[in-house]
């Protein structure tokens, strides 16, 4: 079964410094994402990406964040200077159609980030 | 937008009875409603979704039942075994693009 596959699996950094976090999606998705669930609490929702454009971002996706889909496989989250609450485990995940179409989400094995 | 209530947060019951997870949705135009179920260190992993246009699913001891009226759906699990023990998340599509996640459920199975 395709999966969408992360990388770095952990990725430790000190605060202010900028971390790039890579995610290939399954290669016929179309939407990509990006969720972050900090630790022992729920899966939140931060971006959406369709057509090489956001197509929806929460209030956590703010200036500090950025994504990014430089080439036909890789779609990256950017955190230009980390702060300490952005440690968490981050989701990339990928569908078919929009979910409100009812399609499956496929996420990746997610990448573990801590602020120190 | 779209809140979505998750009860309760943790539940234990005994192996072989059964488990209910309960979820309210605010947004009436919802129309996905996927549950997860995440283990430890890991990544969640869909075990079924419902759209609204069904009322109830089943997946041999999972079954998911939705009332679009009173804008609940709930997660039941049969005949739990240790293996089903995990936090499990609802969750509710408001739009193309998002899915609004419930708090989680931490589900223990004692033997």
Redesign the interface.
Known sequence: EPEVTQTPSHQVTQMGQEVILRCVPISNHLYFYWYRQILGQKVEFLVSFYNNEISEKSEIFDDQFSVERPDGSNFTLKIRSTKLEDSAMYFCASSGHGTAGGEKLFFGSGTQLSVL | GENVEQHPSTLSVQEGDSAVIKCTYSDSAS??F?W?KQELG?????II?I?SNVGEKKDQRIAVTLNKTAKHFSLHITETQPEDSAVY?C?A????????????TKLIIKP
């Open positions: 129309n996905y996927p997860y890991k990544r969640p992993q869909l979704d759209r998340f969750a599509s408001d739009s193309n693009y998002q899915l609004i996640w419930g708090a989680g």
